[in-house]
């Protein structure tokens, strides 16, 4: 069965099906003042970089995003941050946002909201990766086993079936393994044969639902726990799955918007590096 899910549905999973964004609670005298002159501006295809104007006795703010159903909350911000970066769009997408402010007594009024579109996937000169060579799904699940074998391990190498046009799937690595990490290697049909695409440490992966399944965008989870929990998108170009976000995963525990305090600096944080890269097929 192929797993195809949009970049919005995944966070949500990731993080509890996140549904503070249809709570209300009635505005009183101490609540905040609602914020202002709220813009963004895509920063890539996959990166939206949002700004306001400071609102007043607020303890936080709480993004909200829409991509044409109801608004749910993408993040929540620190008190007095004026400015922030939303991870894990999909290309060439219009999306919509709005911000609330919210403190111990009441939620603002939403701000105004605005529109923006997701930069498409730019053309990136890129040359043939080298191909890995041809092998079987049992051959790769022998070796595993044979490696951990070795190493005294017993636990044996699990395949996850991911789907698309190049049957994508992933294979762990018991050796590397800790606690629900493990290392995996992604395999698919390329080329005329069952090839390793790459190698990247996580839980699970789907496949972003809006990519064409020939060159897929797949979004591979890792982390732990609570707050350490991160999603890492990679693209298929050329014979090799990029790195192309890399990002903290809100996580939320169920309690209302009134009863959280900052910090809440680490939601959606970005985690790479370096800049973002995006990939044209050949």
Known sequence: MRRRRSLAAIALLASSAIAAATETVAPTEASPSAPTHLTARALSPFQIRLEWQDAADENGYEIQTSSGGDFVRVKLVDRDVTASVVHGREPDTEVRFRIRAFNSTGISAPSTEVRVRTLPLAESPRQEAVLSPCTTREAALAYHTKMAAEEGITRLPEVQLIGGDLGLETISDPGSCGQAICGREYYGQYRGCYRLLGRFDGWG??????????????????????????????????????????????EDDGRPLIKLTPPFSDCHRDLREGPVQTITPK
């Open 205 to 250: 992966a789907a496949i972003v639902a809006s990519a064409p399944s020939s060159t897929p965008l797949v979004v591979n989870f890792s982390g732990t726990g609570a707050m350490e929990s991160s999603a890492l998108l990679l693209q298929f170009a050329n014979g090799t799955l990029v790195e192309v976000d890399y990002y903290q995963l809100c």
